[in-house]
């Protein structure tokens, strides 16, 4: 409640609990699982908001969830490097697509505002956009010259930048419209965990395991 009291505990999950979001509408809430101590698959369980119920299970063969993302449906990035795109809310076993960069694994996803883009970090070093105008999608842009391996992605709100944090600790700003670099961040003496843009786009919040978390101020003029 608005007050900070436990509202609902939500649990199905048989390992950790990696990835969360919610449909843009906030029907849905979808919450993604780790690779088990066993092997085990991490699911995708889809919760109904309205009264935090079981929706529909999601099972498939990509180890951990890495990030989810919902714009047009559900996107969900796997361990294995492969992205798995449901179109609308009428889930199955079946993705609708799945994005194969022939990388051999990923760190986390993020739709572009308009859902038109999706940037996928991958373990090579390199962010790929994914059109997502296109049936199928197919790679729009390959953004590389990291150092390290992109360990976070997010979009600005006007989708004119994505920022990438990667494990030495930098963050990457790109203009994903012609590909090019805006700025480099100074690094955290640590790997970036997440990046956020504020709802005004002025400001970046990057998380890192140095225990800190950096606000940068970004110029309007990008």
């Given at each position: 409640?608005k007050?900070?009291?436990?509202k609902q505990?939500?649990?199905?999950?048989?390992?950790i609990?990696?990835?969360?979001?919610?449909?843009?509408e906030?029907?849905?809430?979808?919450?993604?699982?780790?690779l088990?101590?066993?092997g085990?698959n991490?699911?995708?369980i889809l919760?109904?908001?309205?009264?935090w119920?079981h929706?529909?299970t999601?099972?498939?063969e990509?180890?951990?969830?890495k990030?989810?993302?919902?714009r047009?449906?559900?996107?969900?990035g796997g361990?294995?490097?492969?992205?798995?795109v449901?179109?609308?809310y009428?889930p199955?076993n079946?993705?609708f697509?799945?994005?194969?960069?022939?990388?051999?694994g990923l760190?986390d996803?993020?739709?572009?505002?308009?859902?038109s883009?999706l940037?996928?970090a991958?373990w090579?070093q390199?962010?790929r956009l994914w059109?997502m105008?296109?049936?199928?999608?197919?790679?729009?842009?390959?953004?590389?010259g990291?150092a390290?391996?992109v360990s976070?992605?997010a979009f600005?709100p006007?989708?004119?930048?994505l920022?990438?944090?990667?494990?030495d600790?930098r963050?990457f700003l790109?203009?994903?419209?012609d590909?090019?670099?805006?700025?480099?961040l100074?690094?955290?003496?640590?790997?970036?965990?997440?990046?956020?843009?504020?709802p005004?786009?002025?400001l970046l919040?990057?998380?890192?395991?140095d225990?800190?978390v950096r606000?940068?101020?970004?110029?309007?003029?990008?």
């Amino acid at each position: 409640t608005k007050d900070g009291t436990l509202k609902q505990t939500l649990k199905g999950h048989q390992t950790i609990v990696s990835a969360l979001a919610f449909s843009p509408e906030g029907s849905l809430l979808a919450s993604g699982g780790d690779l088990g101590s066993d092997g085990v698959n991490g699911e995708i369980i889809l919760w109904r908001t309205d009264d935090w119920s079981h929706y529909y299970t999601l099972s498939g063969e990509w180890g951990a969830v890495k990030g989810l993302d919902f714009r047009r449906g559900l996107a969900a990035g796997g361990m294995d490097g492969k992205v798995r795109v449901w179109s609308g809310y009428n889930p199955s076993n079946t993705p609708f697509w799945t994005l194969d960069a022939g990388a051999p694994g990923l760190n986390d996803i993020a739709y572009s505002p308009d859902g038109s883009f999706l940037g996928v970090a991958y373990w090579d070093q390199t962010v790929r956009l994914w059109n997502m105008n296109n049936n199928p999608p197919d790679i729009f842009r390959v953004l590389s010259g990291h150092a390290s391996m992109v360990s976070s992605v997010a979009f600005s709100p006007d989708g004119a930048l994505l920022a990438a944090g990667t494990e030495d600790g930098r963050i990457f700003l790109w203009r994903p419209v012609d590909g090019t670099l805006f700025r480099i961040l100074e690094p955290h003496k640590g790997r970036i965990s997440s990046v956020a843009f504020s709802p005004d786009g002025a400001l970046l919040a990057s998380a890192s395991w140095d225990g800190t978390v950096r606000l940068w101020g970004i110029a309007q003029n990008k």
